[in-house]
């Protein structure tokens, strides 16, 4: 086996994509996998951490475990993608989101040596196609109902604005944006974990006349549940949800009627594909998608995805629909809101070399 593993910038569409409490990116920094079998085999992972202050994961993170982790991958069957996690997970304590891009590259062979897409090993695509959603970034009321018209007529009908910093400005923002819906669209509103207790207090309790779903209010899982059992508004955690153990939790607090299960945050494919079964189980409505990336991170989202019952299936995320960079010409791309997974075998998507240049290392 050999592993290279390579550094792409990817731009972003906006210039600038802003979230809660001020923080903003203007290109994701993506780590990519390339795993070669002895049978000539490739295939690609990648992890893209949305900069390094929304979660406990950052780019030079991922690249740095990834010399501490892949050299103890050489000489594993990469399709048994059970045996791969034992490994890294003993060699390896925590940091999900390093393991999650050799996940994906797993996934891809196995399809591959298989002969079918991922979607169908993990239980097979239901419905035509996935709905995705908009992320609106963090702005004036004003620009932000002029972003969701933008999305609006690339066919986007499901829209999640980024609030999250000053309580009157975000309910603001809020009613700017939901005055101007239209029929059937859905508005999610995200403060990314940055309100405190007292401050979402008062967001939910001036916004309780309007139709939305209120996202991750606060840090502390503690006071979002607090926040749950304030408001009439549908549910969401994200940030707070970082494994199963934290799932059963929730489920069991009924703290939640939708959960975003980020593909990198849980460690890739694998463990994803577990919470969502679990979620199927347990009737949990779900939003499935990741930080970042670019067309093979997408290709992952897409098989999860489309493989989910339609009716659990709240929402995905197109990232590479975010970026100006190609890294496959074929990659999953949203149509009128709507994105398919790929139907060649493993993740589908091939992957330019000259989008990646040159490896930032290689292990072998």
């Known amino acids: 086996m050999r592993i290279a593993v ?5 731009p972003l569409r906006e210039g600038t994509y802003s979230w809660s409490s001020g923080k903003s990116i203007t290109t994701y920094d993506s780590t990519i996998v390339r795993m070669e079998t002895d049978a000539g085999l490739i295939g690609y992972g990648e992890v893209c951490p949305l900069g390094p202050a929304y979660l406990p994961a950052y780019a030079a993170g991922v690249r740095s475990g990834l010399g501490e982790l892949a050299p103890h991958l050489l000489g594993q069957d990469p399709r048994q993608i059970g045996v791969i996690h034992r490994v890294m997970d003993e060699r390896l304590k925590g940091h999900a989101y390093v393991k999650s891009a050799l996940d994906m590259a797993c996934w891809d062979l196995l399809g591959q040596a298989a002969g079918v897409p991922v979607s169908t090993l993990l239980g097979g695509c239901q419905g035509a196609a996935v709905k995705v959603y908009r992320a609106i970034s963090q702005d004036t009321p004003e620009r932000m ?22 309580p009157d400005l975000d309910i603001a923002r809020i009613r700017a944006v939901a005055a101007r819906l239209e029929p059937g669209e859905v ?3 995200d403060a990314n974990t940055s309100w405190l207790s007292h401050q979402a207090a008062r967001v ?3 916004i309780d006349d309007i139709d939305l779903y209120l996202e991750q209010p606060c840090q502390d899982y503690g006071a979002c549940l607090d926040i749950r059992r304030r408001t009439r508004r549908p549910f969401i955690l994200d940030e707070s949800i970082d494994g199963i153990t934290a799932l059963l939790r929730a489920h069991r607090d009924q703290a939640m009627d939708v959960v975003n299960i980020k593909l990198s945050k849980v460690g890739g494919l694998h463990v994803a594909r577990q919470m969502r079964d679990l979620c199927v189980a ?17 290709a992952a989202i897409a098989h999860l995805a489309h493989s989910t019952p339609e009716a659990l299936r709240f929402s995905a995320s197109d990232v590479n629909g975010y970026i100006t960079v ?8 949203h149509d009128r809101g709507w994105m398919k997974a790929p139907a060649a075998p493993g993740l589908g998507v091939t992957v330019r070399p000259d989008a990646l240049g040159k ?3 290689v292990v072998r």
């Open 282 to 298: 347990m009737g949990i409505a779900m939003t499935i998608e990741d930080s970042g990336g670019g067309d093979i991170a997408t």
């Open 326 to 333: 190609r890294l496959a010409d074929d990659g999953p791309y």
């Open 204 to 206: 939910v309790h001036a």
């Open 6 to 10: 390579y550094r792409v910038d990817l």
């Open 145 to 166: 109902v002029e972003r969701v018209a933008l999305y609006r007529a690339e066919g986007f009908r499901h829209f999640q604005i980024k609030v999250g910093g000053d």
């Open 187 to 189: 508005l999610v509103a």
């Open 359 to 361: 490896p930032v290392f």
